[in-house]
């Protein structure tokens, strides 16, 4: 094995390792809060000891918090359509389907209500409020949305609705499970309030649209085996 191999190899362990850490750390704050998990919790969770944790997150779960509210809201997935209010539809249904499966998602969420987040640790929503206005705006300009609609106002119930719904599943159903079809009938509800009718007839409103472009992205950015190491 050449040392390039080997240093490849070496660097993509520390990244597996790393990744544990935040694994291991969104499941305790799921189940326990920023508040009750603990650092000796996380780290034997993860299988890693204190100088790598600290190595990576010297703020300690501060840090750890703030590197699941960096890297866990994201739009992977999304697909340009040519419909703005299909791209509305869909990155609702991708969140959805996320979070119902990754611990780290759910975690940011749950993270984010907490008295004194954005404070200690930061909060994600400002970025999709962002996001969402963006996204609004662009099918106004378009004509695809009704007159009286303001993106700006608009932008900010989205992620309240979203995140409600998310919320809500866990108490009445007691988990996830149904949890796109809630949020599929939710954005089916205010597409219908915003868009022009015209438009409608044209979304796709599948309640696994979000799994099937989700799993489509992860496909496609799935590494290609290096002959060398078959």
Known sequence: MTEQKTTRKIQQRAIDAKARIIDAAAREF????YRGASLSDIILE???????????????????????????????GLRPQRLKVQEIYDIGMILAHRVAREDALLAALKLSFEYGSSEEYGTPWPDWVAFNTGQLTEAQQKGELRPHVIPEEQARQIPGTWSGLVLTAIVIDGGLDHLETHISRAYQNLLGAIAVPEVLPFVDFSVDRGEKLYTEFLLEGQPQPDAADE
């Open 30 to 33: 799921v189940t326990k809060g």
């Open 46 to 76: 993860a299988e890693s000891n204190k100088r790598f944790f600290y190595n990576y997150f010297p703020g300690g779960k501060r840090d750890i918090a703030k590197a699941i509210m960096e890297n866990t809201l994201t739009m992977d």
